[in-house]
């Protein structure tokens, strides 16, 4: 496939050649600054995009405030159709949508309609929800008491997303948040603009034509100032933020300075167990697209695996086999395995930790360098080395498709090896021995918030809650019940009867 008519598609999502970065639902506000969202895909200028100021972002905030007291008070089922009605305009937009995610993020034109169908998958998710966000009931100790919990919304949940998923990732916070009865403004990446801008447009009209408050849903587009002030801002009592470790580490500082809420989604550094009695074909279907798929830009991609000594040579050979017939070039064409990284900025990332390994001797398997041949400059060679896992270079993080191999010889030693990196999010185990399976899932086993069998580290569904431990942040979003995170929680207890017993025996008399 050629590059899409981006005009056309542009068009049919509502946005014009020059967007405001700021919307209190379908009202657009007036920014000052502008910036230019580029394809990493070809390098050219998509359109244009104004960014919010602080003037519009306590318009943004004064909207939702008003907006959350009406929102509230509509049943959560009616708000659950509402969410539906959004889920079913997403069908609609799906391919429009799918291919812009695909165009302006760099990502496989199946993966940006796949980020969309997570979308209306979430959504139809939140309607199943508003019809269960359910308490518990207890016995009183005390007689003629009943007592119970509920869940009551928040207020404004504050969500600040990155590039990698730039829109599924928005709407696991917004239809849960929504359904919760909780409004939302959303900080998107600022190198993804115009596909949170479709965004905005498609849910702010199903709003409208609901006669709902356009506050429920507001956009501000702006950089890490933009994000720092949602951040401190104690009108929002729950901020989402999904990126960089060192980017959770300053929002989780900021809202627990004001002791707000947090949900934090950061980086992994997720590795792969295979084991000597693992089905290897599969092995290497997993580790391949965990490795390469979006470029290595998932927060879930395999950056490491672990291999067993007497199959870590034949896995190298498979591997190197494998990567050789990979396909790199513009994404939107299906014959393509590998897009382009985001911008420069990732590429010189890609390079400094190429560099590194190289100063630390680690030993390549194939090298990686930038590709020359294409004019947006942001396409790389995936890499893969040989490493100690201790190595500073492989502690860290790097988003790019640079795959890093270790010998095992024990499963102990693999687990042991697997969790000790500072991030915990995705961890999987390739095995057909039931003992080494169970193990990896015990509580002796992956300290990932994540851990799978005999499939790899990226690919969540949406019916599990996702998320990680250590550096990773801790929060879970998408499904199981990961709604409480968005909701007040409230124990009620009530005395039917006509005496006033007080709890633990104590005696009080007038």
């Not at 790097?398 to 697997?418: G, M, R, V």
């Amino acid at each position: 496939m050629s590059i899409p008519n981006i005009t056309g598609i542009l068009k049919d999502l509502q946005i014009n050649p020059v967007n405001q970065g700021c919307s209190t639902g379908i009202h657009w506000l007036h920014g000052n600054k502008t910036i230019t969202s580029y394809s990493p895909v070809d390098g050219k200028p998509i359109a244009e995009v104004k960014l919010a100021t602080d003037a519009n972002y306590d318009s943004c905030i004064k909207v939702a405030q008003e907006a959350f007291r009406q929102w509230r008070l509509i049943p959560a089922p009616k708000r659950g159709e509402i969410v539906r009605q959004i889920g079913n305009r997403l069908r609609q937009h799906k391919q429009a949508l799918g291919t812009l995610v695909s165009y302006e993020m760099g990502k496989s034109l199946q993966e940006g309609l796949g980020e969309v169908q997570e979308m209306i998958d979430i959504c139809d998710f939140a309607v199943g929800l508003s019809r269960q966000l359910h308490g518990l009931t207890m016995h009183s100790e005390r007689p003629n008491h009943r007592m119970y919990e509920q869940y009551h919304p928040l207020g404004i949940v504050g969500i600040i997303s990155a590039f990698n998923f730039p829109v599924a990732v928005w709407s696991w916070n917004a239809a849960l948040a929504w359904v919760c009865g909780d409004v939302c403004v959303w900080k998107p990446s600022e190198k993804t603009p115009l596909t949170a801008i479709a965004c905005q447009k498609i849910a702010a009209e199903v709003f409208r034509k609901n006669n709902i408050d356009e506050g429920v849903c507001t956009l501000v587009i702006g950089n890490a100032e933009m994000g720092k002030k949602i951040a401190t801002d104690s009108r929002i009592p729950l901020v989402s933020a999904t990126g960089s470790t060192r980017m959770g580490k300053a929002v989780g500082e900021k809202v627990g300075a004001r002791l707000g809420k947090a949900l934090l989604e950061l980086g992994g550094n997720n590795a792969i167990i295979i084991s000597n009695s693992a089905d290897l074909e599969a092995s290497l279907i997993g580790a391949v697209f965990g490795a390469v798929g979006t470029c290595g830009q998932r927060c879930t991609s395999t950056r490491r695996l672990i291999i067993h000594n007497q199959i870590f040579e034949e896995v190298k050979r498979k591997l190197v086999n494998a990567y050789r017939q990979l396909k790199i070039g513009n994404p939107l064409d299906e014959s393509n395995h590998i897009g382009p990284l985001i911008d420069k900025v990732a590429v010189e990332n890609y390079m400094e930790a190429i560099n590194r390994l190289n100063e630390l001797g680690a030993k390549p398997v194939l090298e990686g360098k930038v590709l020359a041949d294409f004019k947006s400059g942001c396409y790389v060679k995936p890499a893969i080395y040989e490493v100690e896992n201790k190595m500073d270079i492989v502690q860290t993080e790097t988003f790019a498709p640079i795959l890093y191999l270790i010998k095992y010889s024990d499963i102990k030693e693999a687990i042991e090896i697997q969790n000790d990196v500072p991030q915990g999010l995705s961890s999987a185990i390739m095995t057909q021995n039931i003992r080494e399976s169970e193990l990896f899932l015990s509580h002796e086993g992956s300290d990932c918030g994540i851990a799978n069998v005999n499939i790899g580290t990226s690919g969540a569904e949406i019916g599990g809650a996702f998320g990680g431990e250590k550096e990773t942040g801790g929060g879970r979003e998408s499904g199981s019940d990961a709604w409480k995170v968005y909701m007040r929680r409230q124990t009620n207890t009530i005395n039917y009867g006509k005496d006033l017993p007080l709890a633990q025996g104590i005696k009080f008399e007038l």
